[in-house]
């Protein structure tokens, strides 16, 4: 039997676990390996997952589960995410969609946000928990690398209202190389989808000498889905299976990026420690309206929100935002 | 002013360390340091070098300062031993490979050493899990021991006291108690503080998933090697230092994760708690070392630190520091100090050196290295 939560569309059953190893095929239906196991469970600041135009100053409940349908060469969260996901499941917390609204309500957080690896691989528990937030007023987030099929994609559009979608790179071979999947059309074609439905931001890392050209292509691409997009290039701290690869080098990412502010104007350069690209300015007249302090991956945070609701205060013009600016301290607040 | 220095390798820049602002101005002692950071990328807490990288950094410090007290803290078998799957003889060659670094930063800087081990480390033995209480269980990044509940109710504490991992179940009052009168506010303190038996370490909502090995062993008593001076207790050890400065330059070197059974030098007996309490390596151990006083109520076990940290909160480069705390080691003395190590803002925060190196990596993410100078003026 096919599982079609991904663009793998795995053929579960004979004991086959699939690419993810999160899912098994059980008299005719697919089933969650692991459900209601989660690897995180930490209160963070929404700035720091990183969502800039998302709830700004909020704090969110970052959650994770166990298991990835990429392969990344580069992933930061190995120790979860590449793992046999039964072997990792002695370290999970065990909590009830209800038992987890719970404990977002008790750190004071305002929405939940999927992090740390793939919404794809634990959709069912992550449908029952939407029914759970929505009653309880929390907004839901990810991240995710929407290689998802368009059924599931739809799916992923009922859970969450703001995604983080990662676009590592366009070439095949570097997909083939890096990532290991063989395109990044299914991910393009659920930009635009996921675009239409929420809010999104987009995040590539660059990894100097291989999608570091590319920068300009995917710009181009984000701009003709939405100019608006705001787009997170991190440079990249290698880990994993590339610990000894080149950190890149910020002052000509930074040029290549001040190009494209042109037309694709809230494009950040992050994930790493006092970056200077982490502010919003009004692409109308240039003011600063948010500004961050970037604690690479020790998580960014809010230093000062000017907008007058999601307006430029200097002249006036919108400035992309979901949700409103949420005080720290507010708890839990209805959307 | 305070002013942090970011070293992310091939990027540095100056900030205000109490407001995050930046510093455009570079004098001669930040280029100093800042050349040192460049020339000095941190390894990453579980890398073979990580220990080297204090040694090798702190020898250039040296050179370029002249410090009459050097405070060091090696913590990298501390990291490898929590997460790493290791043999007796693996664990043994890093604990040599430890002790041969600090040799060799006392051969070749002359300095008198004053060394401290943290307290040993156990096999993890299992989780106690916390996290479906009715009342919010939170306990802190590195410890194992320690937990703070709050808002429990009637059930959990019942179901608590019956399990058996758990050592004890401490009161606020009785907790406050213990350390005699804390002039501080204690609505940071939880609850109730959880104690968990040794080798047991509490699972907790808002704890980060790493599969954990080892974990802090019962240390009553820590291990000192002074051959300049005696002192009975983690909280007399400031003053040995202090004393021993009239006389001779001192390093105070913190060795992570080794007690009483593994220091290879002749070593004395530290009371390193009070009572059914001992203190886990972490910012209290580290302040009271430095204070002279026991600090368990500052930045207390499972107490809500990101309650406090809105998007005003000052110290953005500390963690969860809030403030400089006062009154440490190296703060008040005349004469020059720095700071080393591979323990994060704990370098910073704890000895109040002059100037302090210390590794940027959160949950063992290597960002690279930050610099902060607390004074300028010294002669
Ligand atoms: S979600 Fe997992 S099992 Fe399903 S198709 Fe994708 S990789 Fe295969």
């Not at chain 1, 459900?35 to 997952?49: A, D, L, T």
């Not at chain 1, 599931?152 to 083939?176: P, Q, Y």
């Not at chain 1, 040029?255 to 494209?260: F, Q, S, T």
């Given at each position: 039997?096919r599982?079609?939560?991904?663009?793998?569309?795995c053929?579960?059953?004979?004991?086959?676990?699939?690419?993810?190893?999160?899912y098994?095929e059980?008299?005719?239906v697919?089933?969650?390996?692991?459900?209601y196991?989660?690897?995180?469970?930490?209160?963070?600041?929404?700035?720091?997952?990183?969502?800039?135009?998302?709830?700004?100053?909020?704090?969110?409940?970052?959650?994770?589960?166990?298991?990835?349908?990429?392969?990344?060469r580069y992933?930061?969260n190995?120790?979860?995410?590449?793992?046999d996901?039964?072997?990792?499941?002695?370290?999970?917390?065990?909590?009830?969609?209800?038992?987890?609204?719970?404990?977002?309500?008790?750190?004071?957080?305002?929405?939940?946000?999927?992090n740390?690896?793939?919404p794809?691989?634990?959709?069912?528990?992550?449908?029952?928990?939407?029914?759970?937030a929505r009653?309880?007023?929390?907004p839901?987030g990810?991240l995710?690398?929407?290689?998802?099929t368009e059924?599931?994609?739809?799916?992923?559009?009922?859970?969450?209202?703001?995604?983080n979608?990662?676009?590592?790179?366009?070439?095949?071979?570097?997909?083939?190389d890096?990532?290991?999947i063989?395109?990044?059309?299914?991910?393009?074609?659920?930009?635009r989808?996921?675009?239409?439905?929420?809010?999104?931001?987009?995040?590539?890392?660059?990894?100097?000498?291989?999608?570091?050209?590319e920068?300009e292509?995917?710009?181009?691409?984000?701009?003709?889905?939405?100019?608006?997009?705001?787009?997170?290039?991190?440079r990249?701290?290698?880990?994993?299976?590339?610990?000894?690869?080149?950190y890149?080098?910020?002052?000509?990412?930074?040029?290549?990026?001040?190009?494209?502010?042109?037309?694709?104007?809230h494009?950040y350069?992050?994930?790493?420690?006092?970056?200077?690209?982490?502010?919003?300015?009004?692409?109308?007249?240039?003011?600063?309206?948010?500004?961050?302090?970037?604690?690479?991956?020790?998580?960014?945070?809010?230093?000062s929100f000017?907008?007058?609701?999601?307006?430029?205060?200097s002249?006036g013009?919108?400035?992309?935002?979901?949700?409103?600016?949420?005080?720290w301290?507010a708890?839990e607040?209805?959307? | 002013?305070s002013?942090?220095?970011i070293?992310?390798?091939?990027w540095?820049?100056?900030?205000d360390?109490?407001?995050?602002?930046?510093?455009?101005?570079i004098?001669p002692l930040?280029?100093?340091?800042?050349?040192?950071?460049a020339?000095?990328?941190y390894?990453?807490?579980?890398d073979?070098?990580?220990?080297?990288?204090?040694?090798?950094?702190?020898?250039?410090?040296?050179?370029?300062?002249?410090p009459?007290?050097?405070?060091?803290?090696?913590a990298?078998?501390?990291?490898?031993g929590?997460?790493?799957?290791?043999?007796?003889?693996?664990?043994a060659?890093?604990?040599?490979?430890?002790?041969?670094e600090?040799?060799r930063?006392?051969?070749r800087?002359?300095?008198?050493?004053?060394?401290?081990?943290?307290?040993?480390?156990?096999p993890?033995?299992?989780f106690i899990?916390?996290t479906?209480?009715?009342g919010?269980?939170?306990?802190?990044?590195?410890?194992?021991?320690y937990?703070?509940?709050?808002?429990?109710?009637?059930r959990?504490?019942?179901?608590?006291?019956?399990?058996?991992?758990?050592?004890?179940?401490?009161?606020?009052h009785e907790?406050?108690?213990?350390?005699?009168e804390?002039?501080?506010?204690?609505?940071?303190?939880?609850?109730?503080?959880?104690?968990?038996?040794?080798?047991?370490?509490f699972?907790t909502v808002?704890g980060?998933?790493?599969?954990?090995r080892?974990?802090?062993?019962?240390?009553?008593?820590?291990?000192?090697?002074?051959?300049?001076?005696?002192?009975?207790?983690?909280t007399?050890?400031?003053r040995?230092?202090?004393?021993?400065?009239r006389e001779?330059?001192?390093?105070?070197?913190?060795?992570?994760?080794?007690?009483?059974?593994?220091?290879?030098?002749?070593h004395?007996?530290?009371?390193?708690?009070?009572?059914?309490?001992?203190?886990?390596?972490?910012?209290?151990q580290?302040?009271?070392?430095?204070?002279?006083?026991h600090?368990?109520?500052?930045?207390?076990?499972?107490?809500?630190?990101?309650?406090e940290?809105?998007?005003k909160?000052?110290?953005p480069?500390?963690?969860?520091f809030?403030?400089?705390p006062?009154?440490?080691i190296?703060?008040?003395?005349g004469?020059?100090?720095?700071?080393?190590?591979?323990?994060?803002?704990?370098?910073?925060?704890?000895?109040?050196?002059?100037?302090?190196i210390?590794?940027?990596?959160?949950?063992?993410?290597?960002q690279?290295?930050?610099?902060?100078?607390h004074r300028?003026d010294?002669?």
């Amino acid at each position: 039997m096919r599982c079609n939560f991904c663009e793998w569309r795995c053929e579960l059953g004979n004991g086959s676990p699939g690419v993810c190893r999160m899912y098994v095929e059980e008299g005719g239906v697919i089933r969650e390996r692991f459900p209601y196991r989660w690897s995180s469970c930490i209160p963070s600041r929404v700035e720091s997952v990183p969502f800039y135009h998302a709830w700004p100053g909020s704090r969110c409940l970052v959650i994770g589960t166990a298991g990835c349908n990429f392969r990344c060469r580069y992933c930061s969260n190995s120790f979860v995410a590449k793992q046999d996901p039964a072997m990792v499941q002695d370290g999970m917390i065990e909590l009830t969609p209800p038992q987890l609204i719970r404990k977002a309500k008790q750190l004071g957080c305002h929405s939940i946000v999927f992090n740390v690896n793939e919404p794809a691989v634990s959709l069912p528990s992550l449908l029952e928990l939407a029914v759970e937030a929505r009653a309880a007023g929390m907004p839901m987030g990810c991240l995710t690398n929407a290689y998802t099929t368009e059924e599931s994609t739809e799916l992923l559009g009922t859970v969450f209202s703001f995604f983080n979608i990662g676009l590592k790179g366009l070439s095949d071979a570097f997909n083939r190389d890096y990532i290991g999947i063989p395109s990044a059309e299914p991910v393009l074609r659920n930009i635009r989808r996921l675009a239409a439905l929420g809010h999104v931001e987009v995040t590539t890392p660059v990894i100097e000498s291989a999608n570091d050209g590319e920068l300009e292509e995917i710009a181009r691409f984000l701009a003709d889905v939405d100019p608006e997009i705001p787009w997170h290039v991190f440079r990249l701290l290698p880990e994993d299976e590339m610990k000894e690869a080149r950190y890149p080098n910020i002052d000509a990412i930074a040029g290549a990026l001040e190009k494209i502010r042109g037309y694709l104007p809230h494009v950040y350069f992050h994930n790493f420690v006092g970056s200077d690209w982490v502010n919003t300015l009004c692409p109308g007249c240039g003011a600063t309206v948010i500004e961050r302090f970037s604690l690479g991956c020790g998580g960014d945070r809010l230093r000062s929100f000017d907008c007058r609701g999601n307006e430029c205060p200097s002249c006036g013009r919108k400035i992309r935002l979901h949700g409103e600016k949420v005080p720290w301290n507010a708890g839990e607040v209805l959307p | 002013m305070s002013l942090a220095i970011i070293d992310a390798r091939e990027w540095q820049r100056v900030f205000d360390l109490r407001t995050g602002a930046g510093v455009e101005e570079i004098n001669p002692l930040l280029k100093m340091v800042m050349d040192i950071q460049a020339r000095r990328p941190y390894p990453g807490d579980l890398d073979d070098a990580g220990n080297r990288w204090v040694t090798d950094t702190a020898l250039d410090l040296i050179a370029g300062y002249d410090p009459s007290l050097v405070y060091l803290t090696y913590a990298r078998q501390f990291f490898v031993g929590r997460y790493s799957v290791l043999t007796e003889s693996e664990w043994a060659g890093m604990v040599s490979s430890v002790f041969e670094e600090v040799n060799r930063f006392v051969a070749r800087s002359g300095f008198t050493p004053v060394i401290v081990g943290t307290g040993g480390m156990i096999p993890f033995v299992d989780f106690i899990d916390v996290t479906r209480l009715d009342g919010l269980v939170l306990s802190t990044h590195w410890s194992a021991r320690y937990a703070g509940l709050h808002d429990g109710s009637r059930r959990d504490l019942q179901g608590l006291a019956a399990l058996p991992e758990i050592e004890r179940i401490v009161p606020r009052h009785e907790f406050r108690s213990l350390f005699g009168e804390y002039p501080g506010d204690d609505s940071r303190i939880p609850e109730y503080l959880l104690v968990a038996r040794p080798g047991h370490m509490f699972r907790t909502v808002g704890g980060a998933f790493r599969k954990v090995r080892r974990v802090p062993a019962p240390a009553y008593a820590i291990p000192l090697a002074a051959e300049s001076g005696v002192a009975s207790s983690i909280t007399d050890i400031r003053r040995l230092v202090v004393e021993s400065l009239r006389e001779r330059k001192i390093a105070l070197i913190v060795v992570e994760g080794l007690g009483m059974d593994d220091f290879p030098w002749p070593h004395q007996r530290c009371e390193n708690g009070r009572g059914w309490f001992y203190y886990e390596p972490g910012d209290a151990q580290y302040l009271t070392l430095t204070t002279g006083r026991h600090q368990v109520f500052e930045y207390p076990t499972g107490y809500k630190y990101f309650d406090e940290d809105a998007e005003k909160k000052e110290y953005p480069l500390s963690g969860y520091f809030t403030s400089v705390p006062a009154d440490t080691i190296a703060s008040g003395l005349g004469v020059r100090s720095v700071a080393v190590g591979n323990r994060s803002m704990l370098m910073h925060m704890a000895p109040g050196a002059d100037i302090s190196i210390e590794c940027f990596a959160r949950n063992l993410f290597n960002q690279g290295t930050m610099a902060v100078i607390h004074r300028m003026d010294k002669k």
